[in-house]
C-alpha cells in the first residue's frame, strides 16, 4: 500500500511537472511573439518634421505612410524613422501620391503632390480619397466623380438622390442614399448591384442609408439603413454583381451620420454612431453594442461621449476614435481586436496602419510602433 502511495504521488509530481513546464513554453511563446509584434516605440515631434515637398516623387520610399492629424497631415517614413509633416487649415485628403485641401463650403480646393507645386483644381465638391482612388463628391451630393492625381476626371455620375454614405477598394465603389437605395459601381462606373428604394415600405419608415462599408477585396459589404428599425445588412459578390445574404435589427437607432469599416480579415465590421458603438461579426451574423451612453474605456463623469471609425489597423483590429465634451475636450484612441480594447492611446487624435508600423497621431507629433502585426 505504501508502495503504491509512493508512485501516486511520484505520477501526481510528474504530471504537475509537465503541466507547468508547458505552460511555461506557453507563456514564454506568447511573451515572445508579443515582443516580435511591438519591437519599439518611437515618438517624432512635428517640431522635427521635414518638409513633405523635400520627398522624391521619382523614387519615394516604399515605407511611407500616409497620416492626417488635427491640423498636421503627411507622411512617416517607418524604416527611417523619419517624419514629413505640413500644417493645413479647415479640411483635406490624403493619399501616398499628395493631398488636397479644401474649405467646407467645397471650394478652394488646392492639391499637393510629391515633388511638385501646389496647384489649384477647378472644381466644387468634397475631396475623397480611398484604396488608392481619388473622388470629389458635388457639393450638393448628388453626384461623384473620380479623378486622377492631377485633378483630371476618370469618369463622373450623377443620382436623383443626395449621397449620405460611401465606400471603396480598388475595384469596387459603394454608395448608399437618402432614400435608401444603394449602388455598387465597378472600376469603370458600371452597374454592379443597385437596390432602388420601397415606397410602400418608405412611407412607413425611415429607410435612410447612414453607413456602408466593403471588405478589403469588395466581395462583401455592409449597410446601416434605416431607424425604428435600424438594420445592418450583409452582401456579397455572386458573378458579376451581389445579392443580399443577410441582416440584423437594432433594438434602437440614431438619424446620425456613421462611420463604419471591415477588419483587414473580413471578420467583422465596427460601426459608430455618435455615442454608439456597435460590433457586428460577419462571420456568425451576430452583433454586439460596445457602448451606447456608458462609453468604452475611461470616461469623465457626465462627459458627453462620441466615436468616430478611423480605419483597419491589420489583422482583425479596427481603430475609433473617442472624443470626450469636456471643457477643453479630450480624445483618444482606442485599437480594438473583435471589440475589445487591446491598446488606448489618451491624447491621440488619428491612427493609421502600413508596413508592419502602427502609426498614433498626437497634437504635438506622431509615434511610430514598429513591428505591429495582428
Known amino acids: 500500500m505504501h508502495h503504491r502511495n509512493e508512485m501516486k504521488k511520484r505520477r501526481f509530481h510528474i504530471f504537475a511537472f509537465i503541466v507547468a513546464a508547458v505552460l511555461f513554453v506557453l507563456l514564454s511563446v506568447r511573451g515572445t511573439k508579443k515582443q516580435e509584434q511591438i519591437s519599439e516605440a518611437i ?30 497631415l503627411g507622411y512617416i517614413d517607418s524604416a527611417n524613422n523619419q517624419l514629413y509633416a505640413a500644417q493645413f487649415s479647415d479640411r483635406a485628403a490624403i493619399d501616398s501620391s ?29 475631396p475623397w480619397f480611398k484604396s488608392s482612388r481619388r473622388f470629389l463628391i458635388r457639393a450638393d451630393q448628388m453626384g461623384i466623380a473620380e479623378m486622377h492625381a492631377d485633378g483630371s476626371i476618370v469618369w463622373e455620375i450623377e ?28 472600376k469603370k462606373a458600371e452597374n454592379l448591384y443597385s437596390e432602388p428604394h420601397d415606397s410602400q415600405q418608405d412611407s412607413q419608415h425611415i429607410r435612410t ?41 437594432l433594438p434602437s437607432g ?38 451606447n451612453g456608458a462609453a468604452l474605456g475611461n470616461v469623465a ?14 489583422g482583425n483590429t479596427i481603430a475609433v476614435l473617442q472624443v470626450q465634451s469636456q471643457n477643453p475636450p479630450t480624445t483618444k484612441v482606442l485599437i480594438l481586436k473583435h471589440g475589445i480594447i487591446e491598446r488606448e492611446e489618451p491624447g491621440a487624435v488619428s491612427a493609421s496602419a502600413g508596413k508592419g508600423a502602427l502609426i498614433i497621431v498626437f497634437r504635438d507629433g506622431v509615434e511610430i510602433v514598429k513591428g505591429w502585426q495582428q
Open 43 to 72: 515618438f517624432l515631434p512635428f517640431s522635427s518634421a521635414l518638409d513633405p515637398a523635400s520627398i522624391s516623387r521619382q523614387n519615394p520610399s516604399p515605407s511611407l505612410i500616409s497620416f492626417l492629424g488635427d491640423g498636421y
Open 98 to 126: 499628395g493631398w488636397i485641401s479644401y474649405d467646407r463650403l467645397a471650394t478652394a480646393l488646392q492639391a499637393f503632390s510629391l515633388g511638385s507645386k501646389p496647384s489649384t483644381i477647378a472644381g466644387y465638391g468634397y
Open 159 to 186: 443620382f436623383p438622390m443626395p449621397i449620405t454614405a460611401i465606400d471603396a477598394t480598388p475595384t469596387t465603389l459603394g454608395i448608399g442614399f437618402l432614400d435608401g437605395s444603394i449602388r455598387f459601381l465597378g
Open 209 to 249: 442609408v447612414y453607413g456602408i462599408a466593403l471588405s478589403g477585396d469588395g466581395r462583401s459589404a455592409a449597410v446601416l439603413r434605416g431607424m425604428s428599425p435600424q438594420k445592418i445588412e450583409s452582401y456579397r459578390r455572386a458573378g458579376t454583381g451581389f445579392v443580399k445574404s443577410s441582416e440584423r435589427e
Open 254 to 291: 440614431a438619424p446620425l451620420q456613421a462611420t463604419m469599416c471591415y477588419a483587414e480579415d473580413g471578420s467583422h465590421v465596427v460601426i459608430a454612431q455618435g455615442e454608439q458603438l456597435i460590433y457586428y461579426n460577419t462571420k456568425k451574423n451576430y452583433v454586439r453594442k460596445l457602448a
Open 301 to 314: 463623469s457626465g462627459a458627453f461621449v462620441q466615436h468616430f471609425v478611423l480605419g483597419p489597423t491589420g
